[in-house]
């Protein structure tokens, strides 16, 4: 069971990113997925998730009308797209997937994680 993230780098202020989070070694589309950042200094902060089945999906306020999260079941892929980036968004991206199948995100619990990716909003 692996994930891997990936599209991260530097963009200005406003700008966007997708974030890609690959599976390999299990369905990604059977568990619920979510995109959890961590600053420098600061704690994890939970970002959105997607359940698995009815594919509902749920953001923390803080990028709730910016960011998408969506999956491509044939990619076995979730995607982060994140538009009108802002420098609070710098941080280190990881995607994570719940330890049991057909969950969802009221009560995730994330137990593979991949490996992050570096995102610096920054003019």
């Known amino acids: 069971v692996q994930l891997q993230a990936s599209g991260g780098g530097l963009v200005q202020p406003g700008g966007s990113l997708r974030l890609s989070c690959a599976a390999s070694?299990?369905?990604?589309?059977?568990?619920?997925i979510g995109w959890i950042r961590q600053a420098p200094g600061k704690e994890r902060e939970w970002v959105s998730c997607?359940?698995?089945?009815?594919?509902?999906?749920y953001y923390a306020d803080s990028v709730k009308g910016r960011f998408t999260i969506s999956r491509d079941n044939a990619k076995n892929t979730v995607y982060l797209q994140m538009n009108s980036l802002k420098p609070e968004d710098t941080a280190v991206y990881y995607c994570?997937?719940?330890?049991?199948?057909?969950?969802?995100?009221?009560?995730?619990?994330?137990?593979?994680w991949g490996q992050g990716t570096q995102v610096t909003v920054s003019s």
């Open positions: 994570a997937a719940d330890r049991f199948k057909f969950s969802d995100c009221q009560a995730p619990d994330f137990g593979s």
């Open positions: 997607i359940s698995s089945v009815t594919d509902s999906t």
């Open positions: 070694g299990f369905t990604l589309g059977y568990y619920a």
